[in-house]
């Protein structure tokens, strides 16, 4: 059963190494993409045929070569037959997008909420999603999947939002939620996730930042909290109950200032906004004009909590060893020194003669949930199955 289990994964991976490999050289052959990935060719034959099969891939026999032997044939990604749609929702605004496999945006929309009710903000999606549905049908597309970014922990088995610091939101059943309203507009059931804003986020920058060296990839998320995400082979780590990534209350000094949760010295206190509104005195809004005022107990309170923030980056990389570094959030965006300082501080707990990964600042992506939560889709979906 064991040997079976990793055989099932290492055909999980091919699979969406060969889609990937496809979509950053179109037109591949068959030979090329076995030399590329260091597979056989029996073996990408199996799995392209497969990928042919199930909708994913389309092929054109190529013209003369000049060269001895068969003609190549050039693999593309079948963009006619297959669409994602990925949502991004909080108690703010509502982002839904229709993609390809390749990643391009067919459709966007973007819809207040007006208010931070739960139904009123899932009304809006189903919207959105039966409103794309009908014209991505109508132009001949088929939608295979779709991924939901949700502000807060999942549990990914039963589609619901356990709890959200930043809405409210309390075991809300996200996915029976929006079928409920799907299902009377003569939407069908299709492959729908539900997965952690933060995890999207990473899942954007793993597919979408490609590198060589890219496994596992961590990203750090610091606003009024702080929340973490890890991909590697493909998917989210999601850890027990799917509750990887909760490092808002991660102690890092017992003598520190007191948490909500009961704790003291939790991250939340000591890296995130809140944690610098409280020690200035200053609501958040007003952090950027006062910052661009240069007023000097902020930037103490700032450079204060990025040392902190640098501590956690250095201890997060001892357990993970991410090959990259991802950073981001309002924290981020307030004053540089913020980065700077978090950078001083990880840089200094590094043991020496190690080579530590480069912080990297994501860049304000606005629809990066959403095409996150897509790809997400994609990767359950292209997974065969079991």
Not at 69 to 78: E, F, N
Not at 114 to 133: F, M, P, T
Not at 229 to 256: C, K, R, W
Request: aromatic letters at 4%; one cysteine or more; glycine letters at 10%.
């Amino acid at each position: 059963m064991i040997i079976s289990g990793n055989q099932q994964l290492l055909r999980t991976i091919n699979r969406l190494a060969v889609l990937r490999a496809i979509r950053l050289n179109k037109g591949i052959s068959r030979v090329k993409l076995a030399d590329r990935l260091k597979l056989t060719r029996p073996t990408i034959g199996n799995l392209v045929d497969e990928l042919i099969a199930d909708g994913w891939l389309t092929e054109e026999k190529l013209g003369p070569t000049g060269s001895l032997g068969r003609r190549p044939v050039a693999l593309h990604i079948d963009e006619a037959s297959r669409i994602l749609i990925g949502a991004d929702i909080n108690n703010q605004r509502v982002i839904c997008v229709a993609t390809t496999l390749e990643g391009e945006v067919r459709e966007l929309s973007v819809t207040p909420t007006e208010s931070g009710d739960a139904d009123r903000v899932l009304d809006i999606l189903a919207s959105q999603v039966v409103s794309l549905w009908h014209r991505l049908c109508a132009s001949g597309c088929k939608v295979s999947a779709m991924g939901i970014g949700v502000p807060g922990q999942v549990d990914a088995a039963t589609g619901t939002l356990r709890y959200s610091e930043s809405t409210g939101w309390n075991q809300l059943p996200v996915r029976d939620m929006l079928q409920a309203r799907l299902h009377p507009a003569g939407i069908p059931d299709f492959p729908l996730l539900v997965q952690r804003a933060v995890g999207c986020i990473a899942l954007y920058h793993f597919e979408y930042e490609r590198r060589e060296e890219e496994e596992p990839l961590l990203y750090v998320h610091v606003g009024n909290g702080v929340t973490a995400a890890v991909a590697t082979s493909y998917s989210l780590m999601q850890g027990h109950n799917g509750m990887m990534g909760t490092i808002g209350h991660f102690v890092m000094d017992p003598e520190g200032p007191p948490c909500r949760c009961g704790k003291r010295g939790c991250a939340n206190t000591l890296i995130s906004l809140q944690a610098v509104q409280k020690a200035t005195g200053r609501p958040i809004s007003e952090f950027r004009a006062a910052n661009l005022a240069g007023d000097p107990i902020l930037a103490r309170e700032l450079r204060t909590a990025g040392q902190h923030f640098g501590t956690m980056l250095h201890n997060l990389s001892m357990v993970f060893k991410p090959a990259r570094l991802f950073v981001g959030g309002p924290a981020l965006q307030v004053d540089q020194a913020y980065l700077q300082a978090a950078q001083d501080s990880f840089t200094r707990l590094q043991a020496s003669g190690t080579r530590p990964p480069i912080i990297e600042l994501v860049r304000n992506e606005s629809n990066a949930v959403a095409l996150g939560a897509a790809t997400g889709a994609l990767y359950a979906l292209v997974r065969p199955l079991r």
